[in-house]
């Protein structure tokens, strides 16, 4: 059994995370200040034996020892992360350093939730690895792009010049059941419009891409990274490859719903990425990983999560 601390863990992906890491008999601990997580979403794991919460923010020191630690604590929708870009900054920049400290102090091995944004606008297509991004560092996406950046130096800087044992996992669009239906993302929005019968509210010309992960998919690939061999220091794209537009999107998520509702256009959000697709080659050689669901299905399934909650 290992002690695994989970920070954002009654989030979206953490809670999911959570439940997955007790099936496999560990202990864990979720520190979450609910900032955009919530205390139902892990409300069926708190009698459960191996599992324990802290209510704390990142931004303050962590002072518990854990064998592993999966950093996800970062509100992770635009109009959540842009509603306090200061505290957004803070979540990646000195949580990430504090957890960090703790893994140098105790052997910890941390794992951070990293993301396509680091590739900003991106000018290469589809995007691996090795490329460095095209980033702006004003805007109103800065304040995540930029501090997910330097959470991203941080690891290496500790990993080079304190030996953390480190994984860097670059996750693309994921959706599933467990989102929050004011999330704000593309997914949920358009699901709960549609079932709604409001109007499906398209930014932009609806052109722009995105590749959408399914939740179970990106959480497998998630511990996979945990348990590679050491030398799997440097980052990693975790995503599914399939490309959608949003005007795709949109049209599947009215097929499957069977909804009337009708596609408003509205203006593009500044720095809105023309086009996203990650290249998963390398998580496929390294992890032996990639996804299993798709679109249609994860939607599917998508769906019938938001019809019990709204
Ligand atoms: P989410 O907003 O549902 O979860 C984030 C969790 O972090 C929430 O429970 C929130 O309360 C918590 N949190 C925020 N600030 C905190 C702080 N200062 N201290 C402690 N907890 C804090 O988002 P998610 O989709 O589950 O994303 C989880 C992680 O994965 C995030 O780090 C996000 O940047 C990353 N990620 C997600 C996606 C995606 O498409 N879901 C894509 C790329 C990266
Ligand atoms: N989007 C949209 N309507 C919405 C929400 C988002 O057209 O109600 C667009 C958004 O402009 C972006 C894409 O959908 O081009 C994905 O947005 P999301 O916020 O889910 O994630 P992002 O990848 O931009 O962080």
């Known amino acids: 059994m290992k002690r695994i601390l989970v920070t954002g863990g009654a989030g979206f992906l953490g809670s999911h995370l959570c439940e997955r890491l007790l099936e496999r008999g560990n202990f864990v601990t979720c520190l979450d200040n609910y900032f955009t997580g919530a205390v139902d979403n892990i409300a069926h794991l708190r009698g459960h034996n191996n599992f324990a919460t802290i209510e704390q923010s990142v931004i303050d020191p962590v002072d518990v020892r854990f064998e592993e630690i999966f950093n996800l604590a970062c509100p992770a929708s635009p109009v959540h992360y842009q509603s306090d870009p200061i505290y957004t900054f803070k979540t990646s920049i000195i949580g990430t350093m504090n957890l960090l400290e703790l893994a140098s102090k105790t052997g910890a091995k941390v794992l951070q939730a990293s993301t396509s944004e680091i590739y900003g606008d991106p000018l290469i297509h589809p995007q691996t690895e090795a490329y460095w991004g095209n980033v702006n560092t004003m805007g109103i996406r800065s304040c995540y792009d930029e501090g997910k950046r330097g959470a991203e130096t941080l690891m290496h800087d500790y990993h080079r010049t304190r030996g953390v044992n480190i994984r860097v996992m670059r996750i693309f669009n994921t959706y599933g059941p467990g989102m929050n239906k004011a999330d704000g993302r593309v997914v949920s929005n358009f699901i709960v419009q549609a079932l709604r019968g409001d109007d499906i509210t398209m930014f932009g010309d609806g052109l722009q891409t995105r590749s959408f992960c399914y939740r179970d998919d990106l959480v497998e690939g998630m511990m ?49 990425p023309m086009q996203r697709c990650p290249d998963i080659s390398r998580a496929k050689e390294v992890l032996g990983w990639e996804p299993k669901i798709k679109l249609r299905d994860g939607l599917l399934r998508t769906i019938d999560y938001f019809k019990t909650v709204i």
């Open 224 to 272: 996979r990274l945990m348990d590679a061999p050491d030398e799997v220091s440097y980052p990693v794209n975790i995503g599914n490859p399939g490309e959608f537009t949003m005007r795709e999107l949109a049209e599947l998520v009215l097929e499957l719903t069977g909804s009337k509702s009708k596609i408003v256009y509205l203006p593009l959000p500044q720095d809105d």
